[in-house]
């Protein structure tokens, strides 16, 4: 039974190859709420798939597609599916159509792939789109540049000692400035406390090696979030099983010495573009731009923003969520209602440090918080409502003095943007379904 993904999926992968494999990836995108569709619905697509599994690899048949995929959907990244068996010389010629990804019958380390490419897209679709807000409201100045340094790569090598090891470190040797090998998860977290790397390169042994923990550790900590880490696999089916543990990027172990550097280049310059970009993001401070207690967007940036957000989103086709929050604050030591102002700047930056980067997080009332996230379903905004209710609730805030603790009570509703609604009618809509989550009766209540 293929599971009912809904109107608005997370995104469309257009997807060129065979009918038989496209059977079996469109059961495990579904599963993924990505719908995959054919060539002739290219229009508005997000990825596009080209499959040269089983076939023979022609560089010109593919540079015919992509051109094709590319003209129907210009924004649209491209990814090509390759059998593992594949020389050098074409593997390098069909890089400069897209991003290749080995596969063979287990589609989870491509799925990760595309995931991974569409938060690519859409920090830098936000990134874009508020330079221009920010240009209309004439604050370009008070921001920092969006730039990628090119110098030279500080790369750690973690795992066992062996061949795989040794190739890895003479295919990264050329351009490395500092190259760091240890041997144990344990080695790697002090290596990575002490020492700042562009690219990792983790070699477990076994699904439940704790480099597979210290993996996923990385990926939630700030400071070391943006470190691409790349595992190299013995076979495609191996990637797959490190994509259900948390890994995000992949390398067969037969193509370190060829593509082991270009593809570590490759990563490291797009994340050190993506940690511009968010350092930009955050970056959007100042008068008419951020409240400066509580940090939330004003209300004239969201109305210049979010019309920005609603034009781009009827363009792209694209699903638009919204988020409406309302906290009221209670003292815990005298059980009673409080204004609590600066609790409630906390508890709006907050909102700020647990929503996406690409979000935005306005205040439109006194205690009314609206959050509008694009690329986003209904379904996946009221699991971030839920996040960001149980991350506040769970919160103790101060008074300025210390003297008073609040808790405080959030009420949350998720709505996903009708198709050509402007953003004030997006806040009126969210608003209202805030207004009637507030005054429904609770389960069980008499």
Do not use: W
Request: proline share 4%.
């Amino acid at each position: 039974m293929h599971k009912d993904i809904g109107v608005t999926p997370k995104a469309r992968i257009v997807y060129v190859g065979g009918e038989d494999a496209r059977s079996a990836l469109t059961v495990a995108f579904e599963e993924a709420d990505y719908a995959l569709v054919s060539h002739e619905d290219a229009s508005r697509a997000d990825i596009g798939l080209i499959d040269l599994r089983g076939r023979k690899v022609s560089s010109r048949k593919a540079q015919s597609i992509a051109g094709i995929l590319r003209k129907s959907s210009p924004e649209s990244s491209i990814l090509i599916i390759i059998d593992p068996y594949i020389d050098e010389t074409a593997r390098r010629a069909l890089r400069r159509h897209g991003e290749l990804v080995v596969m063979l019958t287990k589609p989870e380390a491509l799925i990760e792939r595309c995931r991974q490419v569409l938060r690519r897209r859409n920090i830098a679709e936000e990134a874009g789109e508020r330079l221009k807000t920010l240009a209309g409201l004439n604050r370009l100045n008070d921001f920092p540049p969006i730039s990628a340094p090119t110098t030279n790569l500080r790369v750690l090598i973690a795992g066992e000692a062996g061949p795989i090891a040794l190739n890895a470190l003479n295919a990264l040797k050329p351009i490395t400035e500092q190259c760091v090998c240890v041997f144990s998860a344990g080695q790697a977290l002090r290596a990575v406390e002490s020492m700042r790397f562009d690219v990792a390169i983790f070699l477990p042994r076994r699904d439940s090696d704790p480099l597979m923990s210290l993996a996923r550790s990385l990926r939630r900590h700030p400071k070391h979030a943006n470190m691409p880490v790349i595992f190299p696999a013995h076979d495609p089916d191996e990637s797959a099983a490190y994509a259900l543990r948390g890994a995000m990027d992949f390398l067969l172990a037969g193509h370190i010495a060829t593509d082991l550097g270009p593809k570590a280049q490759l990563s490291a310059r797009r994340a050190r573009l993506l940690k511009s970009m968010r350092r930009f993001l955050q970056a959007c401070e100042g008068e008419g731009v951020r409240d400066a207690a509580s940090g939330a967007f004003t209300s004239a940036f969201l109305s210049e923003h979010g019309a920005r957000l609603c034009a781009r989103a009827d363009q792209s086709g694209r699903a638009l969520a919204m988020i409406a929050l309302r906290i009221e604050t209670e003292s815990k030591e005298h059980g009673e209602a409080e204004p609590g102002r600066r609790a409630l700047h906390q508890a709006a930056r907050l909102i700020n440090r647990v929503t996406r980067a690409e979000d935005t997080a306005a205040r439109v009332a006194t205690d009314t918080f609206f959050v509008l996230l694009p690329s986003t379903t209904e379904k996946n905004a009221e699991k971030a409502a839920a996040r960001i209710q149980g991350v506040l609730e769970n919160t103790v805030f101060r008074s300025a003095n210390d003297h008073l603790l609040y808790g405080v009570h959030v009420e949350t509703a998720a709505v996903a943007r009708p198709e050509g609604m402007c953003i004030e009618e997006c806040v009126a809509l969210t608003l209202t379904a805030l207004r009637e989550n507030t005054q429904a009766p609770a389960i069980g209540a008499s």
